[in-house]
Structures are given as structure tokens and as C-alpha cells.
């Protein structure tokens, strides 16, 4: 998925939750003998359940430097709130 697609997702979440806070996130996800990095975007309601997540981005077995990536992706995303 390229940058592009990305920024779509998220300003198609965006307008999909106008009534909820919105927030991105890493994850570190442990699946059977695989562990992924993952990039969601949250939408919460006013007690702070969560009504939506969609993945933004998944890195297969990352790395430490892998992983400081995302955040860094993430941060910049979350500007776009």
C-alpha cells in the first residue's frame, strides 16, 4: 500500500466517524509464530469505547528500527486528525 492509499483510508475514516475522536495507534501483534507491527486508526465514542478500527499498514516480523518507523508514520498521521 502506498502513501496515497493511506491518506485515502484516512480521510474516508475520517468522514465516516465525524462523531467520534479519532486516534492512531501501533500495535505489536503476536499470530500463532508470526509477530506483525500494525498501524490502526481508532474511532472512540464519548465513554471511550471503541466503535471502529481499520488497519492502516502491517509490517511482518519488523524490527526494532521497523517498529520506531511506524511510530514515526503514525505520529505524522495522527497530524491529519
Known amino acids: ?13 475520517k ?7 479519532l486516534d492512531i495507534i501501533v500495535e ?3 499470530d500463532l509464530d508470526d ?6 486508526i481508532l474511532a472512540t465514542n464519548s465513554s471511550d469505547e471503541l466503535v471502529a478500527d ?3 499498514l502491517s509490517v511482518e ?16 498521521l495522527k497530524e491529519k486528525l
Open 61 to 76: 516480523d519488523p524490527t526494532s528500527k521497523d517498529l520506531e518507523e511506524l511510530q514515526t508514520i503514525a505520529d505524522a
Open 1 to 13: 500500500m502506498n502513501l496515497e492509499e493511506i491518506l485515502n483510508k484516512v480521510n474516508q475514516f
Open 15 to 21: 468522514l465516516d466517524h465525524t462523531n467520534s475522536t
Open 28 to 30: 505489536h501483534v503476536k
Open 35 to 40: 509477530f506483525y507491527g500494525e498501524v490502526y
Open 54 to 56: 481499520t488497519l492502516l
